[in-house]
């Protein structure tokens, strides 16, 4: 699968989209990375939510990978203020070590620190100074065995308000090594503690140069709404997306949907977010 006008962007998906159907196991994760090598994907994103696979699954799993010519990436669903963020953190590490390119670790940017208080926006001073040195200590522990530290929006504001709350846009300022993975859905979805405008979005995007990593495809219809099960439209749209990844040579961007128990009907929601691609005329 090759990108219209951008050949050098990889699509890949994320195993999130099969964990209620397909539960992380050697088997099932080198099932799915044979899904992926025979309809022409040129990654995954292996999704751990607590780094729980072991050594030796990892070894299995990268071997898997090496021999069907797809590189895999590694999610866990830590944040760095969340209790236990470290040990998962240690352990993604080790897993990673046993993958080729492009090692990246992807971590969530926040969750924990906003579940209490529903009229929370955004980042505190005391939170923000620890959530900026945390960052940038781990990407530099990262670098050391050369894997590059990513972070996905969550559910925080995008913009910060002056004297009120930190938002991502003075993350990234107050940040050196860190990159970063768009989340398209995110900033609009029903979680999302600020609704940002799509505009302002973009031209935040397009402030970040080589921070920008990677992008996840997961569309929510409407503002407020929740994420769909296959690709659909969005309010700052796919193809806006990918134009901006194309411009400033972001290279991977990867489908994330909504995960059903029913193994055959995710693989069908694949090949309806494909198509939805190819008809929107970004996807050859």
Known sequence: MVFNNYSELKIGFTTQNFNLAMPNSVSNLK???????????????????FASLTNEDCIEIAGAARKNNIQ???????????????RAFNNALRNLSHFSEPRFLRVMVSNSEFV???NKKGWNEIEFSQLTRILDSCSLIADETNIRLIIEN???AIFGEKDSYFGLNDLFANTEHVGFQFDIGNPFRKASRDKADPDKVEQFLATLGHRWVSAHLKTILDFGGEMQVSLTENPLSIERVIELMGRQNVKYVSIEQKALPDKEECLRNHKTSIRFLRDLGVLQ
Request: avoid cysteine; hydrophobic fraction near 30%.
């Open 31 to 49: 099932e799915i990375i044979e899904y992926a090598s025979k309809e022409g994907f040129h990654f995954i994103q292996l999704r751990d939510d």
């Open 72 to 86: 895999v990436f590694y999610e866990i669903q830590k944040n760095p203020l969340d209790t236990g963020y470290f």
């Open 116 to 118: 209490n208080d529903l």
């Open 154 to 156: 969550s559910n925080e």
